[in-house]
């Protein structure tokens, strides 16, 4: 069965802290990405990756960077967190960069930044 | 304008009713459509892709008018179970797998 698995599902965090959020998958993907999601506005693309130390920024990267260091392995990184990035962050991996349309997402971790 | 824009519901129906979402996109170009389903507290699922011809799976069909720009997801016989989130995707190529999320509709299936 597909695992996609972040590494916290909760975390409180103060205006200012670094946050690392990780994320891991088994299943051999090349693509990896970073979306955030907010109440009305749906899921927005921070950062994708689609090989080992690539990344391309979504439609929404300020305050936010990546790292790809190895295949199974996606970690984002607020430099400086601040209220506004209280959200909920899916992790979601997919297998080649055809757009199949299946996105295959991890349980996703609650940020609340104080 | 957002790309993808959906009515947010909630949608409230009877057990064994048939509902219809709707949901439209700005980008002409958009190649591939899709529906995923997101639980409470859950991450999203695919439900389903949306073909030309339209398709069907089960008591789900979904729609496609290119002309118009929308797509369509229609579930028969309401479950209690179906009581989600409907997310609208569609993709549109450019470098690397880029698809665009609509905010969702809440669906409320009562007993």
């Known amino acids: 069965d597909v695992k996609v698995t972040q590494s916290s599902r909760y975390l409180v965090k103060r205006t200012g802290e670094k946050v690392f959020l990780e994320c891991v998958q088994d299943?051999?993907?090349?693509?990896m990405f970073w979306y955030r999601q907010d109440p009305g506005l749906g899921l927005r693309l921070i950062y994708f990756s689609y090989d080992v130390k690539m990344k391309e920024k979504g439609d929404i990267p300020e305050g936010y960077s990546v790292s790809r260091e190895k295949k199974e392995r996606f970690s984002l990184i607020l430099e400086s967190a601040s209220t506004n990035q209280t959200s909920m962050y899916l992790c979601a991996s997919t297998l080649g960069v055809q757009p199949t349309g299946e996105l295959f997402f991890g349980e996703g971790s609650r940020l609340t930044v104080l | 304008r957002k790309e993808v824009e959906q009515d947010p519901g909630p949608f409230n129906v009877p057990e064994g009713a048939t509902v219809a979402f709707n949901c439209t996109y700005s980008?002409?170009?958009?190649?591939?459509f899709f529906w995923y389903r997101q639980d409470c507290r859950k991450e999203p699922k695919l439900l389903m892709s949306v073909y030309s011809s339209g398709n069907e799976d089960g008591r789900f069909t979904a729609q496609l008018n290119r002309a118009s720009q929308y797509i369509s997801l229609l579930i028969r016989d309401s479950k209690l179970s179906d009581s989600a989130t409907y997310l609208c995707?569609?993709?549109?190529?450019?470098?690397?797998?880029?698809?665009?999320f609509g905010a969702g509709t809440i669906l409320r299936v009562k007993s």
């Open positions: 995707v569609v993709s549109t190529w450019e470098y690397g797998n880029k698809l665009v």
């Open positions: 980008n002409s170009a958009s190649q591939s």
């Open positions: 299943m051999d993907h090349e693509n």
